[in-house]
Nanobody, 117 residues
């Protein structure tokens, strides 16, 4: 099993920045890909940014150039640096891990990000 705990959400004005963290514990060696997802009220959950064990990254078009995903393997922590935030970035942000061998998905509890205009 893998446990994921997010932190770093909050209220920020448009144009501001936040840094989300996701602390991973448990059988983290089984995880191949880690992502950040978000879900706004009344909308489907969407992938924001992902990073593989090899360091490859991908981003949703809506956040390219503004968000950066990274990981600290020594601390088993995933980060999402969010700059130039917009009101439409308001959502609950979730940390997600995928274990390919066992086809298992792991989710954190989510952290609220609110961007005021």
């Amino acid at each position: 099993q893998v446990q994921l705990v997010e932190s770093g959400g909050g209220l920020v004005q448009a144009g501001g920045s936040l840094r989300l963290s996701c602390a991973a514990s448990g059988n983290i060696g089984s995880i191949n890909v880690m992502d950040w997802y978000r879900q706004a009220p009344g909308k489907q959950r969407e992938m924001v940014a992902g990073i593989t064990n090899g360091g490859g990254t991908n981003y949703a078009d809506s956040v390219k150039g503004r968000f950066t995903i990274s990981r600290d393997n020594a601390k088993n922590t995933l980060f999402l640096q969010m700059n130039s935030l917009k009101p439409e970035d308001t959502a609950v942000y979730y940390c997600h891990g995928f274990a390919l061998l066992h086809v298992k998905h792991y989710w954190g509890q989510g952290t609220q990000v609110t961007v005021s205009s």
